[in-house]
């Protein structure tokens, strides 16, 4: 299983950014699919999921803000990002049930 992220960066705060995660050698449309991210010396936290269907769930502090969606026929998951802030600075990681992960790309939002 490969899941590759793409899409990080620099960006001032009030910005945008869209990451991608192409995934490989696993049948996509049965996996629920998600993003995290993980501050400095901090846990990972769960950032959105998105069902096989078209149902998401995301956290409190991103709600409003980003938007998960998956296009089943590429086997991509999208985390779009509007309204961005110094807090969201992260390294974020694509996930597939049941535990796969990328490699992480790094989110920085400069005030």
């Known amino acids: 299983v490969q899941l590759v992220e793409s899409g990080g960066g620099l960006v001032q705060a009030g910005g945008s950014l869209r990451l991608s995660c192409a995934a490989s050698g696993l049948i996509f449309i049965r996996k629920i699919m998600g993003w995290f991210r993980q501050f400095p010396g901090k846990q990972r936290e769960l950032v959105a999921v998105?069902?096989?269907?078209?149902?998401?769930n995301y956290a409190d502090s991103v709600k409003g803000r980003f938007t998960i969606s998956r296009d089943n026929a590429k086997n991509t998951v999208y985390l779009q990002m509007d309204s961005l802030k110094p807090e969201d600075t992260a390294v974020y990681y694509c996930?597939?049930?049941?535990?796969?992960w990328g490699q992480g790309t790094q989110v920085t939002v400069s005030s």
């Open positions: 998105i069902g096989s269907g078209t149902s998401t």
């Open positions: 996930w597939a049930s049941n535990s796969y």
